[in-house]
């Protein structure tokens, strides 16, 4: 017991000794200072993010809402404008690739030939790969449930290797486009086993 | 017991075989403006278009670059002039969409688009600061380390 208050007793005079010193020390400048701020997608909707920073944390989940830290120990909330966001991001902003975009198209029954209308898609396409700088293309095949799982898997890879030919032949380099096929794993429409749903025999195709 | 430890054992080695697999190739640069630099295992390759990025890789722009990456689950980062961005970490899985994505900007500024990995699993993706921890829900943002006098 007294062993304790005496060791209280010096962790006080040494409390107070610190804090002497410090007073007479001009103010600090911001250690730091580091702006985060949410930004609308192109269609407008906002997602959210979580800022933590010593143990506090900030929610933004509205657009433009800023946090920022300038003293340490200190999360501050805000907004900015969309013109303040150009102006200070503006280099940043204008070297963010283009969008990944994603194509479907749909085949003929238990075939690798296309349908009529997403024939007409195909143009689209070269011209979106055309439009992206170091163009990589993801081509991943599809069936409906119609024929067993190892049947359906070569079928979804076969469409996704028609796929890579004819953009090989439209003058697209064999590397840039990889292929894969999923069989009747993912379908777009849910169905039971040996339903021929046409929405599921298709290729989806990424831009990026 | 001995079977259980000889178990983990093959599953970490699975496990780390797999990790090296998929961390190989984890994007690639789609632009790059000016000074464009990327730092990797000691070694500072001048960024050029096309480029695969790998884990670890960190990018470094100068007073004049400026730089932009699209990785495999379909994120986009991009950054500014006098901005250091390091690739902490990257593992993404194209059948299921998991994965795990950690990147750090230590300064400059940063644009952040979300891809696959963050949209499957919230919190797997994070963005780090010197002082801040940002943890990504499907979204597009900004972030800017300011440069601080002495």
Not at chain 1, 88 to 103: H, I, K, N, W, Y
Not at chain 1, 135 to 153: A, F
């Amino acid at each position: 017991m007294r062993h304790s208050l005496v060791g209280l007793a010096l962790l006080a005079a040494a409390g107070c000794a610190r804090t002497v010193q410090v007073a007479p020390a001009p103010p600090a400048p911001p250690a730091r200072d580091e702006t985060i701020v949410l930004l609308p997608g192109p269609d407008g909707k906002v997602g959210s993010l979580t800022v933590t920073h010593e143990g506090q944390q900030q929610v933004l989940d509205v657009p433009y809402a800023t946090a920022r830290v300038q003293q340490p120990g200190t999360l501050e909330g805000g907004r900015l404008t969309a013109e303040q966001v150009q102006q200070r991001f503006q280099p940043a902003l204008s070297a963010q690739p283009p969008r990944p975009v994603t194509f479907v198209l749909y085949f003929l029954d238990d075939s690798d030939e296309f349908t009529p209308l997403s024939k007409r898609e195909i143009p689209k396409i070269s011209a979106e790969i055309a439009g992206h700088p170091a163009p990589e293309v993801v081509v991943v095949g599809h069936t409906d449930r119609v024929g067993s799982l190892t049947y359906n898997d070569a079928l979804s890879l076969r469409r996704a290797e028609r796929v890579r030919t004819g953009f090989v032949q439209m003058g697209i380099p064999r590397e840039q486009i990889s292929v894969a096929g999923r069989g009747e794993r993912e379908p777009i429409v849910p169905t039971e086993d040996e339903d021929g749903e046409p929405r599921n025999r298709r290729v989806e195709i990424t831009v990026r | 017991m001995r079977y259980g430890f000889v178990g983990w054992v093959a599953v970490a080695l699975l496990v780390t075989a797999g990790g090296i697999a998929v961390a190989d190739e984890i994007g690639r640069v789609k632009v790059a403006r000016g000074s464009v630099t990327i730092e990797r295992t000691g070694r500072n390759l001048p960024a050029t278009l096309g480029m695969t990025l790998q884990e670890g890789d960190v990018v470094v722009t100068g007073g004049d670059g400026s730089a932009g990456v699209t990785f495999n689950d379909d994120s986009l980062l991009s950054i500014g002039p006098d901005s250091t961005l390091a690739i902490d970490r990257f593992a993404f899985d194209t059948t299921t969409h998991a994965g795990r994505f950690d990147t750090s900007l230590r300064r400059g500024t940063l644009s952040a688009v979300s891809g696959k990995i963050a949209r499957q699993s919230p919190d797997a993706m994070k963005v780090r600061t010197p002082s801040t921890i940002l943890g990504v829900r499907g979204t597009e943002f900004v972030v800017h380390v300011a440069p601080v006098a002495p």
